[in-house]
């Protein structure tokens, strides 16, 4: 299985509302990401878990709280966000050592 | 300061001719890898191909080809025969302590 899925594909919010972002992968992966994509612009890191364990933020607001409960899965929780976080959000995964990373579909998020 | 830079924004192509798309890079690290990525409009990024620093071979994987100039710090990619399935999105990328993206060359094949 050389895949990492995400769901939900779209997700449409309030500003008040809580919602998550789910990222799974079953390649034995122990590096997994978190990107924002705002439209014709290149992604940009925002998170790194490295086995588990949060080992990059940049410099992210609050009110996006990441959690990886195992090494499959990967979150991303969502709460109180503005229009101007609206984007595709990416996950992917990588192996230690390795250089690829292999990215999910993303969820394009809309706040409303 | 700007790591990976692709100049062009947007590019055409015939169908089944070549094209090359730019990018350069900027690093003092000796060792670092240079990626191509596609994405078309569904959103998904797909990998195309790599190059490591000290390859001393160009990067080849079917239709693809980097060509890897490292004292003129460019990796470009060589996309031969294109198709219509070519269009989309090609951001160039390079990993150090993380990835670094360019800003992405929009291709479009003409038929």
């Known amino acids: 299985d050389t895949e990492v899925t995400q769901t939900p594909k779209h997700l449409v919010m309030g500003m008040t509302n809580k919602k998550s972002l789910k990222c799974e992968q079953h390649?034995?992966?122990?590096?997994m990401y978190w990107y924002k994509q705002k439209a014709k612009k290149p992604p940009e890191l925002m998170f790194v878990y490295s086995y588990e364990k949060l080992s990059i933020n940049e410099s992210v607001p609050s009110r996006f709280s990441p959690e990886c409960p195992n090494s499959s899965l990967l979150n991303l929780h969502l709460h109180a966000l503005q229009p101007e976080d609206s984007a595709l959000y990416l996950c992917?995964?990588?192996?230690?050592?390795?250089?690829?990373?292999?990215f999910g579909p993303g969820t394009r998020l809309t706040v409303l | 300061a700007q790591k990976i830079t692709q100049t062009q924004p947007g590019m055409f192509v015939q169908e089944k001719e070549a094209v090359t798309l730019d990018c350069t890079y900027d690093t003092s690290d000796p060792s670092y890898g240079l990626f191509w990525y596609k994405q078309p409009s569904s959103g998904e990024m797909i990998f195309l191909i790599y190059q490591g620093s000290y390859d001393q071979q160009n990067a080849t994987e079917g239709r693809y080809s980097l060509n890897f100039q490292k004292a003129r710090k460019s990796a470009n990619l060589v996309i031969s025969a294109s198709q219509l399935g070519d269009s989309a999105m090609y951001f160039c990328a390079m990993i150090l302590n993380k990835f670094y993206f360019g800003s992405g060359t929009k291709l479009n094949v003409k038929p």
């Open positions: 390649m034995g992966h122990r590096a």
């Open positions: 992917a995964s990588s192996s230690r050592g390795a250089n690829e990373q292999f």
